[in-house]
């Protein structure tokens, strides 16, 4: 049974501020995914990671994969009170009888001025 | 949420009534998804389709049936409503493995059933 774990799960930190959510997974899997969600908003995809050692930028976040390591990064860079939301990492196993996206928890950021 | 529509956006049943929620595409994926989403939770798995005519069990498909007559609709029902089902639904589509998986998967809206 594939597991997806993220840390923290709340998250409070000042404007102009760095900080990294971690999203550990169980199962080997080569396709990891980013989502920010909105309070009462669907999932809005952030990052799309597809190989071992991916690396995507937008704006101020940014996210990698170690499938090695079974490790996804989303790193925030300075932050901004805009970026506060929900966000999702969830891998997904297609084949085997598997099929769709497991999601972490989600890490509720909260940025403040 | 271009290319997926859910309906109902908004429902209250009492417990013991049926509905239907409705998922539609318009990108002729051949893969769709009936989530849930609950506080705390992250979002689940119900049922999923592979294609027109299949349907298959998630994580938590008690108390739900699904049906896939058309390509483009995916259909989840709750037969006799309890209020363990109060939940925000999301439906999904993805295209086949491989270029397409660049862009992922695309939600809809969402449903936000209550059931008391």
């Known amino acids: 049974e594939l597991k997806v774990e993220q840390n923290p799960l709340f998250l409070s930190m000042q404007e102009g501020k760095n900080y990294t959510i971690y999203c550990n997974y169980s199962?080997?899997?080569?396709?990891l995914y980013w989502y920010r969600q909105d309070p009462g908003k669907s999932l809005e995809s952030l990052f799309v990671l597809l190989s071992n050692g991916a690396v995507k930028q937008e704006g101020r976040l940014m996210a990698s994969l170690d499938t090695k390591a079974r490790l996804s990064t989303l790193h925030i860079t300075a932050a901004v009170h805009d970026l506060s939301a929900t966000y999702f990492c969830?891998?997904?196993?297609?084949?085997?009888?598997?099929?769709?996206?497991?999601f972490g928890k989600g890490t509720h950021l909260i940025i403040q001025p | 949420n271009a290319g997926v529509t859910q309906t109902p956006k908004f429902r209250v049943l009492k417990t013991g009534q049926s509905m239907t929620l409705l998922c539609a595409q318009d990108m002729n994926h051949e893969y769709m998804y009936w989530y849930r989403q609950d506080p705390g939770m992250g979002l689940r798995l119900i049922h999923y389709s592979v294609g027109e005519g299949t349907t298959a069990k998630g994580e938590v498909p008690d108390g739900y049936n699904v049906s896939r007559l058309k390509k483009q609709n995916f259909l989840l029902g709750l037969e006799s409503a309890a209020p363990s089902q109060t939940s925000v639904y999301f439906c999904?589509?993805?295209?086949?493995?491989?270029?397409?998986?660049?862009?992922?998967?695309?939600f809809g809206s969402g449903t936000r059933l209550t059931v008391v």
């Open positions: 199962t080997t899997s080569d396709r």
């Open positions: 969830a891998v997904d196993l297609i084949g085997g009888g598997a099929d769709g996206l497991t």
């Open positions: 999904a589509i993805r295209p086949h493995l491989g270029g397409g998986m660049r862009y992922g998967y695309t």
